[in-house]
């Protein structure tokens, strides 16, 4: 934006459009603009304006922007405080007299949009809380776009498909203002119509409804369930060890579906941290596993029939479900730019906690993985119609189940040999020096250390044809080097 473009804006008689305020801290009176520029109550499909830095009459108040309160303004877009969220950008225009930040909104074809369960409209020059009826226009309107699937009418089900004692006694106190809600008199019908779960044109819930508390939803979108496999091996062609579905309205599945990522699939594991020390070690953290599926969910297309899959297998997880990119989401910007297929069902879920912050999941997932010792989690965008995303076990990170096994079973004699090799071709008396056990020992050191070390295989003579050459001296096999990495891994002594 250039100056004359901003001096423009301030001179326009477009009131409605503009709200100018020299304060930089009073972040509910700028979310509550934003969000009454996106309800757009006039219809103008104009922008609005929300100007920093500027007085009420119009004059430049010196302000100087600097890139904390750029990331402050910047970040309402996606804190979940306004929902659905809103579509605005930031801005700094530099003028003679000081510096304007200028955030500019684009009108919702979501609407009512609200901020922390209040909507907010432009009257004029003022802002203010929207009316039943000035909810029920922005509803209609609305209902009219239809921007995604999940605000389209289920023409075929009929209020008595959703479970309505629980969106009255549950949701809606957590969804809306307690003082707004207790004053709403307006008829149950109208008050779901207001939060996109009920159609009044037609007369029939949306699907997101269906999706969040429909009492069958499977029954209208066939594919709408979380199947669950572990297979024995690494691929799916293993023997199925164990099978679920996870059926029914999310209010009620995603409960079910936390508590058994939580006692079915994560376990615990003990690691050595030295000779004398071990620490409990998990298969997945369940918050990355967590956060994971709840994208899954939030994401898939519900008009496909492909259910959201939940395979494990011995080596790693694999979450894949219907549905690729949409909208603004790219292969190229993934996952830094992130668009809502479902945006009803995204902002339901952030009212019930199942998800916290928007597009922030992805970098926390990996943060958790790495803090527990996984690789990253692998994502494939590349399919048209599916997303998948893989997680590996910790323990498939640099050797097989096979050297695992052999990491636990081995003595604390066996491991601190083989860790302590620096070089090839060493004899018992280096061996013994760099163990640092007595030289005067020999024959217990041999036994204790060398002998279990040839029986598993994990080091091999120089001279295997004579058992007494003047010139014997051990070596680490592959299976040797193997574990020598795991224990440098697993943070055994002292590491490379």
Request: proline share 6%; with cysteine; glycine share 6%.
């Amino acid at each position: 934006m250039t100056k004359e473009e901003l001096f423009n804006i301030i001179s326009s008689d477009e009131s409605y459009r503009i709200e100018l305020t020299t304060s930089t801290g009073n972040m509910d009176k700028f979310q509550e603009a934003i969000c009454a520029f996106a309800n757009d109550m006039p219809g103008s499909r104009k922008k609005g304006y929300l100007l920093i830095g500027v007085r009420d009459n119009g004059e430049i108040d010196g302000l100087k922007v600097d890139d904390a309160l750029m990331k402050k303004i910047s970040g309402i877009r996606s804190d979940g405080n306004i929902l659905p969220l809103p579509v605005m950008s930031t801005e700094k225009v530099v003028t003679d007299k000081g510096d304007v930040l200028v955030v500019e909104v684009t009108p919702s074809f979501d609407t009512p949009v609200r901020y922390r369960g209040r909507t907010f409209i432009r009257i004029g020059p003022r802002r203010d809380i929207a009316s039943a009826e000035e909810e029920r226009i922005l509803a209609e309107r609305c209902a009219a776009s239809l921007p995604t699937f999940d605000t389209r009418p289920c023409r075929e089900a009929t209020i008595d498909d959703i479970d309505t004692d629980t969106i009255v006694k549950e949701y809606l106190p957590r969804a809306i203002d307690a003082e707004v809600l207790a004053a709403d008199r307006r008829p149950l019908k109208e008050q779901l119509a207001s939060l996109h779960l009920y159609n009044m044109q037609w007369d029939c819930p949306t699907y997101a409804a269906l999706i969040m508390f429909g009492n069958n939803p499977k029954y209208f979108m066939p594919g709408a369930y979380i199947q669950f496999v572990r297979f024995k091996g690494e691929t799916n062609g293993g023997e199925i060890l164990n099978e679920r579905r996870f059926e029914g309205c999310l209010y009620k599945m995603l409960p079910q579906l936390e508590n058994f990522i939580r006692d079915g699939i994560i376990t615990k594991r003990p690691v050595p941290i030295s000779i004398l020390r071990e620490k409990d070690v998990l298969n997945y953290p369940f918050k990355a596993l967590r956060e994971l599926m709840m994208n899954a969910v939030m994401h898939r297309d519900y008009q496909a029939n492909m259910p959201t899959r939940l395979y494990q297998y011995d080596t790693h997880i694999e979450i894949m479900n219907p549905g690729g990119l949409y909208g603004q989401a790219r292969p190229e910007n993934f996952p830094y730019v992130n668009d809502y297929r479902n945006s009803v069902v995204a902002g339901m879920m952030k009212i019930l906690n199942y998800v916290n912050m928007f597009n922030h999941g992805i970098g926390e997932v990996q943060d958790l993985l790495r803090a527990n010792e996984n690789p990253e989690a692998v994502f494939n965008v590349s399919y048209l119609t599916a997303f998948s995303v893989v997680v590996k076990d910790p323990g498939d990170v640099s050797c097989s189940p096979a050297v695992h096994q052999l990491f636990t079973s081995l003595s604390t004699q066996v491991k601190s040999l083989i860790h302590s090799f620096k070089e090839d071709n060493l004899s018992v008396s280096e061996l013994q020096l760099v163990t640092n056990c007595s030289p005067n020992s020999k024959q217990l050191f041999i036994k204790q250390f060398i002998a279990p070390a040839l029986e598993a295989g994990l080091i091999e003579r120089t001279h295997p044809e004579n058992l007494h050459h003047p010139q014997q001296k051990y070596y680490l096999t592959a299976l040797g080097k193997q574990l020598k990495e795991q224990l440098e891994k697993e943070q055994y002594g002292t590491t490379k």
